[in-house]
Structures are given as structure tokens and as C-alpha cells.
């Protein structure tokens, strides 16, 4: 699923194709990942998306001062943005996806100018709403600390990191804490730290402590520069693959040598509930 360097990749590109254009029409296919769908359609009508953020892997659309559009691609969501014959797609990879409205379209945002926002979701995981703005902010106040914002320091990381009992790739993963890490920056971080993802974090010494934090800065800033990681299941809203996978040292190198030459090989097994990968010749 996008993480918080690829859903900021396709926020920046869709700011340059869609903002300042009347909604014409929304045409909901499936309304399983529509909140209240009458609400939803009759307060887009005729409005403008007048700006974008990101709250962790959320996008948020702007339409006016107390109304927000809150689009969370999930696990396999995707974006599909469409003028002429010419098209920009961010997230899950389709087959065909250029071919929409297709079976896995959700969601249809036509544009003033004849262009159109297609939402999609493979496994009808993604949810799509409209919000006031003191919904929005009780939202947005779930969520935690923004790791690529000057706001994340390392007084407030170690702040978060008290009294914890549960593991470090639990940690990372729980978007109260920081927002945007999922399963392939978790073991990347933890990999920097020459920590084991299973570690308990109460376990953690200061320098430990002091190297995540280093590392959440520094991987996820490169990883938003070079536009993502790219698997099988994650596009820019470009069509393009992200850059960072071939930056990546330990997520997807299963069985492979250690590329810290510490003689040890890439193990893969479950923490979290998820599919982790770690080194435990040089991961303590």
C-alpha cells in the first residue's frame, strides 16, 4: 500500500491537474467506500478543490472553509486522473487502468474542463468522505506526529517512545504515534538503527533511540525526493514507478546477504502482523 512518501508523491502531482476546476458531477459506483453518500455528492456539486494536504496516508482536498474532502487509498486504492486522451494514475496498479470507468471504479469527479478524477479500489478497502472542518481536525488529531514536518524533533520522538511495552515495528506502524510509516519504512528505520523489529520499546537505550529518529528523518525524506518505493502495487500519480526501491537495504531482500558485510543473511518473518525483514547478525 502507498506509505507517506508515495501518497506525498501523488498529492504533488495531482495539486498540479485538478485544483481551482468546478465539479460538475460525482457518480458513485460503489458505495461501500462512500460515507454518506447524499451528503457527499450534493456538497461537491459546483465546488472548486481549492487545496491539498496530507495527514499521514491521507489525503485531504480543501473545498471551502468548513467543508474538506478526505480521500484514504488504504491497501489498494488508486487515483486516475483523465483529460483528453491524456491520463496521470497514482497508487495500486490496475491492469488497464487507463481504461476507466472500469470494475474497480468507485468514485467519478468530473471537472468544469472536461477532465475526471476516477477513485478506484481493488478490494473496496479505501473510504472516501466529506467533513466539516471540526470533523476534520478531530480526524487529523488522530493521527501522529508528521516525521518529514519541523515539528517532529527528537524531544517529542523520545516522548512517544515512553513506557512502551509493545514492539518497535508495532511502534512504527501505529500511525497514533508518527503518522505516514508503514510496513517497508518500519524495516528499513529498524534496520538503520541496527535494531531487531520484535525489540520491545521500553528495551531501547538512548543511543538506539537517538539512531531511529535519525533514520525515520533521513529515509523518508529521500524516499519522498525519489518519488516512492515501487513493488508490484504502487504508482506515482504520474504512471511512474517510484525511485527509492533501489535505495532500500533490508525490506524485500529476503535470503539475501546483509548488505552491512556483516556476514549475516536477511531474515523474513512475521512482527506485527506483518511481514518483516531484519538482519539478526548485526540487528540487536
Not at 468546478?22 to 458505495?31: A, E, H
Not at 461501500?32 to 456538497?43: H, L, Q, S, T, W
Not at 468514485?107 to 478506484?120: I, M, P, T, Y
Not at 535519525?214 to 529515509?219: A, L
Amino acid at each position: 500500500m502507498p506509505e507517506l512518501p508515495e501518497v506525498e508523491t501523488i498529492k504533488r502531482q495531482l495539486e498540479k491537474n485538478v485544483l481551482g476546476k468546478d465539479i460538475l458531477s460525482v457518480d458513485i459506483f460503489d458505495k461501500r467506500v462512500v460515507v454518506n453518500e447524499k451528503e457527499f455528492v450534493k456538497g461537491l456539486l459546483n465546488k472548486k478543490l481549492k487545496s491539498i494536504e496530507r495527514v499521514g496516508k491521507v489525503l485531504i482536498f480543501q473545498i471551502n472553509k468548513n467543508s474538506f474532502l478526505l480521500i484514504h487509498l488504504r491497501m489498494t486504492g488508486q487515483l486516475v486522473y483523465k483529460k483528453d486522451n491524456n491520463f496521470i494514475a497514482g497508487g495500486h496498479p490496475i491492469d488497464n487502468a487507463f481504461n476507466v470507468p472500469n470494475k474497480f471504479t468507485c468514485v467519478v469527479f468530473k471537472f468544469s474542463d472536461g477532465s475526471c478524477l476516477f477513485f478506484n479500489s481493488t478490494r473496496k478497502f479505501s473510504r472516501t468522505s466529506l467533513v466539516s472542518k471540526i470533523e476534520k481536525e478531530k480526524y487529523v488529531d488522530k493521527f501522529g506526529i508528521d516525521p518529514t514536518k519541523k515539528e517532529f524533533t527528537y524531544k517529542k520522538f523520545k516522548k512517544e517512545l515512553e513506557n512502551k511495552k509493545v514492539s518497535l515495528k508495532s511502534f512504527l506502524l501505529n500511525q497514533k504515534y508518527i503518522s505516514g510509516i508503514g510496513n517497508i519504512y518500519a524495516d528499513e528505520v529498524c534496520f538503520f538503527a541496527f535494531v531487531l523489529p520484535d525489540r520491545k520499546v521500553y528495551s531501547l537505550t538512548e543511543k538506539e533511540k537517538e539512531l531511529l529518529f535519525v533514520g525515520t528523518k533521513i529515509i523518508l525524506k529521500k524516499a519522498v525526493e525519489k518519488g516512492g518505493t515501487t513493488f508490484r502495487d504502487y504508482l506515482t500519480a504520474e504512471g511512474k514507478k517510484g525511485g527509492y526501491v533501489k535505495y532500500l537495504r533490508v525490506y524485500g531482500w529476503a535470503e539475501k546477504e546483509c548488505l552491512n558485510m556483516c556476514g549475516g543473511i536477511i531474515l523474513k518473518k512475521v512482527v506485527a502482523g506483518r511481514g518483516t525483514h531484519f538482519c539478526k547478525n548485526c540487528q540487536k
